[in-house]
């Protein structure tokens, strides 16, 4: 036969398992809580507390405390020496057109960066690593002016572009941090009442670009100059115009000395503001010190 109490023992088993354990009081709502087991799938993610909430989190590319990788592998110098690299500051031939067309540049003299500066043009900063304007050949198709100036580099176009334009004339002269500053502020400079310094000359590895005929180069020499115009008109194809009877050839031909930082100021001078005079030194051994 039948087991009664196998049969009994079975139902009962089959009846705690659906409705709980024996003994379990039933919740008010009907339901049975016997904990939070079945929803900790739910609240199991991410939450806004810990390093998110206290803003301790490690900051963005830390490696968990090992070496990082740009340090573990130091082995290609790309940006070596980079906060120490010489910057400038370009000038387009298109902008020099615009300052020349507002009035803020004069094109009837010299123009080095006094004229570029007060005529906000540009602007240097000597101890951030500038180190002067380069001219870029940008408007060169539609440059017209007729100048005399002076930067620190240019390119080939945008000398072809001045020197096509009725002989305008570009020197290129390396400038000094301080000197930098005198050209760029030269009113609170002569304010203090110093005599203006000779401006150094170019580092080594800046000698020979300075020395080239080609880039119209201070330290070249003067009588290369008409060779070097001639070679620059025969490749860009135009006809240099003869200035010698232009009535700018003072202008054009003006030209500063290579430790001379103002164009009509020598080195040595002291420059008056109150009184508005020039001093120039007498004495034999300044004079020999201030001369080039």
């Known amino acids: 036969g039948w087991d009664f109490r196998f049969h009994l023992r079975k139902t009962t088993s089959r009846r705690s398992q659906s409705e709980g354990p024996a003994g379990a009081i039933p919740s008010a709502n009907g339901k049975d809580d016997r904990g939070g087991g079945e ?31 740009y340090i573990r592998i130091p082995k290609y110098g790309f940006n070596e020496g980079h906060s120490f690299r010489r910057q400038y500051q370009p000038l387009s031939l298109n902008r020099l057109q615009y300052l ?49 100036i002076e930067v620190q580099l240019a390119s080939e176009r945008a000398i072809a572009a001045i020197e096509e334009r009725g002989g305008g004339v570009v020197t290129t002269a390396f400038c000094d941090p301080r000197s930098l500053e005198i050209l760029c502020k030269p009113v609170p400079f002569f304010l203090r009442g110093q005599p203006i310094p000779k401006r150094m000359l170019p580092p080594e590895a800046l000698v020979p670009y300075y020395t080239d005929a080609k880039n119209r180069g201070d330290l070249a020499d003067p009588a290369k100059f008409p060779e070097g115009r001639l070679e620059l008109a025969q490749k860009y194809g135009y006809i240099l115009p003869d200035v010698t009877k232009d009535e700018l050839f003072k202008v054009l031909t003006t030209r500063k000395d290579p430790r001379q930082i103002f164009f009509g100021l020598a080195p040595g001078r002291v420059v008056n503001m109150a009184d508005k005079k020039i001093l120039k030194p007498t004495e034999e051994n300044v004079l020999k010190y201030y001369s080039s």
């Open 39 to 69: 929803e900790v799938e739910d609240v199991a993610e991410a939450t806004d507390k810990g390093e998110r909430q206290r803003g301790t989190r490690p900051r963005l590319g830390f490696e968990g405390g090992q070496t990082p990788f």
């Open 100 to 148: 020349i067309d507002l009035g803020r540049v004069d094109p009837t003299q010299p123009i080095d960066l006094t004229q570029l500066v007060n005529g906000r043009g540009v602007t240097i900063q000597p101890y951030k690593r500038d180190y002067g304007v380069q001219l870029v050949e940008e408007g060169a198709d539609t440059f017209k002016a007729k100048v005399t």
